[in-house]
Each structure stands twice: as C-alpha cells, then as structure tokens.
C-alpha cells in the first residue's frame, strides 16, 4: 500500500528566503512522486515528478526536490520565495503495481510575507 | 465525517457506451472540482463546478464531455460515445468554499474503454 505525509500543514517564510515543503512516503515498490501546485483560482499544476531517472529534479518556477529512498522523502525546495509562490501545494505518490493510481498527501500552504 | 467518495473505483466500456462517474463531496463543500489522468501524465485539470453552477470548463474537451452537480446528489462526469483515448483515471476534489481553500481529492475512477 502507498501513503503520502506532507509533515507541514502550513508553511510561512519571508520574500527572498528559502523554501523548504517536506513530504515523506511509503510504498512497496519503486514508486512515481509527483508535486503539484494549485494557486488561488487555478487548477492543479504539475510542479515535477520523479519517475526513477535522476534523483534531483527541476521543475518549473525554480522549484526542485531531491527522491531520498534512504529516508523515504521527496521534499520540495527553493532558494528564494517569490510572493507569487503563495499557493497549496500537495505531493502525491503513484505505483505501477496500483494501476498508476495516485496517492495525495494532505497538502501545504505556503504563505509568503513581504 | 466520510471523505470525498468517487464511485464506481474502476468502470469498463466497450467503445461508443457511455460513461458515468460520480463524486460525492464531503459534507458541508459546495466545490466540485474533475481531474483526469492519462497514462505515464500527471493531473489535467478539467472542470470546476460548484452547485448547480459550471464556473470554469477549460480543461474539457468540447465534445462528448459534460458535468453537472445538482442541487441535490453527487456530481456528474459523463462521457458520451467513449473511445480508447477516453481511458484514465478520473479524479474528483471538492473544498468548502472553492480556492485557495483547502482541497480534498477522492480515491479516483478508473475508466478502461475496450
């Protein structure tokens, strides 16, 4: 069975100071991790994903997150918060031995102070 | 309190039948929201419903899809005339008062069209 923890509700950093959205999993198999964001009045939007090739992946806006099978973790990070970075966003693992099935953490939101 | 409830969890049809999926948000939200899958992709976003109301539709194909959610009873995607192309899974997230609160995502439909 898959799982998601995202261990932060909620996260507040200031403009200009690094972000840091922690998500840890469990899984059977070598799983796929996904972030995505969702921002005010939008839909969800894939961040990255992790589907077994490097273990550092870039994504858009100058996010990226580094698969640490060690710790079971896949946190999200930025060197330095924009105010437009203000969103929710959720980490989701998928199994292929799940029918590709996608598992969603309970989200984090990210609030950005000027 | 149950959570999002997406039903049936996987659904089978022949080319040019119908689909129907329902999803029943939790008690108290008034926010639909439909996400598809396709194999080896991440989410898409495909529409935003809240009672008796279609507030955004852009992420739905224009023929052959529609969704609904009446004043009374689940919401609503249905597939007219499926074709292969239509096999994904199908996700619902509702919230309580739409963006940026928080979002609460189903367990999904997998649509298979044989």
């Known amino acids: 069975a898959q799982s998601v923890t995202q261990l932060d509700s909620h996260v507040s950093v200031s403009e200009g100071t690094p972000v840091l959205l922690r998500c840890n999993y469990s899984s059977s198999y070598s799983p796929s991790l996904f972030w995505y964001v969702q921002h005010p009045n939008k839909g969800l939007q894939l961040l990255l994903k992790?589907?077994?090739?490097?273990?550092l992946v870039k994504g858009i806006n100058g996010f990226e997150a580094e698969f640490k099978k060690s710790e079971t973790s896949f946190h999200l990070t930025k060197p330095s918060a924009h105010m437009s970075d203000a969103a929710e966003y959720f980490c989701v693992v998928s199994e292929s031995n799940a029918g590709n099935m996608l598992t969603f953490g309970g989200g984090t939101r990210l609030m950005v102070k000027p | 309190n149950a959570g999002v409830m997406q039903n049936p969890r996987h659904l089978v049809r022949r080319r040019g039948q119908e689909a129907r999926l329902r999803c029943s948000p939790m008690k108290g939200h008034s926010h639909v929201y439909w996400y598809r899958q396709l194999p080896e992709e991440g989410l898409k976003f495909m529409v935003y419903l809240q009672k008796e109301n279609i507030i955004d539709e852009s992420g739905m194909p224009k023929e052959r899809f529609s969704a609904e959610f009446p004043k009374e009873g689940p919401s609503i995607l249905r597939i007219q005339q499926v074709v292969r192309g239509d096999s994904a899974a199908y996700f619902c997230?509702?919230?309580?008062?739409?963006?940026?609160?928080?979002?609460?995502f189903g367990s999904g439909t997998q649509l298979s069209v044989l």
């Open positions: 992790y589907t077994s090739a490097a273990t």
């Open positions: 997230a509702s919230s309580p008062q739409g963006l940026p609160e928080k979002l609460f």
